[in-house]
């Protein structure tokens, strides 16, 4: 294949939080470059995932779900989305299988005309645990939303059924061009953010609903030890309030120790040796609302 054939592009997966935007980004890309939680908002910046193969190279953007802002972070995270759609060749529009298209849903389809030069995909995802009743229904309701649809495709991510079809159809629409990253690159993401998002991942899980919002990971620092083939990694858990603070740490440092122990298995194989991981809990009061605390944590 001459380098004239051969295509290359950006496309970004949006839809409402927890619609499975993460975990398709992860599934196309091979390999985990965006966590992935079943709370609503899990992720909080544009982190690209690469996708090479022999027609060309997807360049993934995976974006926080679109939703109704309740704090500045929110609102912020609403216009990196937006900021997102304005650069993006392909824009696909993500809903479960398992729920019926809703207002969300519709105001978000209706959005994307604020974006002509991208276009437009609609990805029915986690088919895997709906029933065909469903799956058909929710493709005849999706490809009612728009008429400038480029393709309407159900998938499961998680068993990765039709994922060979999504990514032909996506590198199909992508503009001829080289390859813009390395073959062996899989995310731009550097080690710090991986390894932040690592931790967050693993202290959301098991979080009564209020909590996961206000968690932040901030990495003070990570270097191998002299002498030894352990890597130290020193990171702050932030939340916004003092009682938020006694629930990550939990009874006794138990569920710190449990936060440590997950994240300790996520963030070995990434940077190859083991890791002594040192996590400290801090309160930073009201961080989503408040610009400089926002500032701080990179929003």
Known sequence: MTDVENRCGFVTFVGRPNVGKSTLTNALVGEKVAITSEKPQTTRRAIRGILNRPQGQLVIVDTPGIHRPRTLLGQRLND?????????????????????????????????????????????????????????????????LREDWAAVIPLSALTNDQLDVVTTELLSLMPVGPALYPAGVVTDESMSDRIAEIIREA?????????????????????????????????????????????????????????????????????????????????????????????????
């Open 203 to 299: 202290a959301l899980e098991g979080v009564r609903d209020e909590l996961p919002h206000s968690i932040a990971v901030t990495i003070e620092e990570i270097k191998p030890r002299e002498d030894s083939d352990l890597t130290d990694v020193f990171a702050n858990i932030v939340v916004e309030r003092d009682s938020q603070k006694a629930i990550i740490i939990g009874h006794k440092g138990s569920r710190l120790r449990d936060v440590g122990a997950r994240a300790r298995a996520g963030i070995e194989p990434l940077i190859g040796s083991r890791i002594y991981l040192a996590l400290h809990v801090r309160v930073a009061k009201e961080w989503q609302r408040d610009p400089k605390q926002l500032g701080r944590l990179g929003f």
């Open 80 to 144: 990196l989305v937006d900021q997102v759609l304005g650069d993006v060749d392909v824009i696909a529009f993500c809903v479960p299988a398992t729920e019926k298209v809703g207002p969300g849903d519709r105001r978000i389809a209706e959005s994307l005309d604020g974006y002509g030069r991208a276009k437009k995909v609609a990805i029915v995802t986690k088919t895997d645990i709906a029933s065909r009743d469903q799956i058909t229904e929710r493709l005849i309701e999706v490809d009612a």
